[in-house]
Each structure stands twice: as structure tokens, then as C-alpha cells.
């Protein structure tokens, strides 16, 4: 008998380990937050920590650093500003759709919601991405989490 790793169909063993809102099963959340600009990096990252105290979140001003820790594990959540130096969103979306990962997907950027799914829309079609304007409140950011996870 073989054993399945699977890799056949593009999916890590981690990807199908997932619930039907892409969150892995287990207690502690594993978060990638891409953003270059310092302050709304803290902001989120600090935010993030009073919704899930036990998250470990991994903050990124370099998409290419970025880029290779989520080719080489998937998070939970992955936050990402609509655009930065580097490795832009779109290629990044691209990147994610072919290997086909369900975790939820949070552009965060300043422009209008339709502009920006605009401008990303082929590239988020199988993908589980949602979008919030800077800057944005606590109970915006708590409204699109809860969507995702369950908050207390």
C-alpha cells in the first residue's frame, strides 16, 4: 500500500487538513500578515494578537520573504496590503491559486473594495478572498474575521 503525501493534485497534507472555511484544525492560528508599510503592520499585528492570543503571527515588510514562507507553510490567514515593492499582490494571488489553498485571504488596501477586487478579480476566482480599506476599525476587522473563525 502507498501512502498519499498529497502532492498529486497540488495540495499540501496541510491544505487538507482543513475545515470547510480553511482553517486548520487546531487550537493556535498561524498568521502571515504582508504589509510595507510599518505602522499599519504593527496595527494589524497588534489587533490580530487581541483577537487570537495564542496566534503565532508572522509579520513581513518584504513580499519575497513573505512569498517563501507561504510556499513553504501554509498559514491560517494570510493579510496582505494591495500593493508593495517586490512581489505584487497579483502574483502572489497567482501563486496561491495554483496550488489551490483555502485559507482565507484578506486584502487590505486604501483604495474603494470594487477597485480592488477590480483590479485582482482574475486572479482571486478560486481562491477564499476577502478585502477591508485602510484604515479600517476594530469591528470591521472583527465583522470580516468572524466570517472565518469564531470569535469570543
Do not use: W
Not at 487581541?50 to 512569498?67: C, G, M, Q
Amino acid at each position: 500500500m502507498t501512502q498519499s503525501t498529497g502532492q498529486e493534485d497540488g495540495q499540501s497534507p496541510e491544505s487538507k487538513a482543513r475545515d470547510q472555511n480553511g482553517v486548520r484544525a487546531r487550537q493556535a492560528l498561524r498568521i502571515v500578515v504582508l504589509d510595507d508599510e510599518a505602522g499599519f503592520r504593527l496595527n494589524l499585528e497588534l489587533l490580530l494578537a487581541i483577537e487570537f492570543p495564542n496566534a503565532k503571527i508572522l509579520t513581513f515588510n518584504d513580499s519575497f520573504a513573505a512569498v517563501r514562507e507561504l510556499m513553504e507553510n501554509d498559514p491560517d490567514l494570510f493579510t496582505t496590503d494591495l500593493t508593495h515593492p517586490g512581489v505584487n499582490t497579483r502574483e502572489i494571488l497567482g501563486m496561491l491559486a495554483k496550488r489551490r489553498v483555502t485559507y482565507p485571504i484578506f486584502v487590505i488596501t486604501v483604495y474603494e473594495p470594487e477597485a480592488a477586487k477590480s483590479y485582482l478579480s482574475s486572479f482571486t476566482e478560486n481562491l477564499n478572498v476577502a478585502f477591508l480599506t485602510k484604515p479600517y476599525t476594530i469591528t470591521e476587522l472583527r465583522a470580516l474575521l468572524s466570517r472565518f473563525f469564531p470569535l469570543s
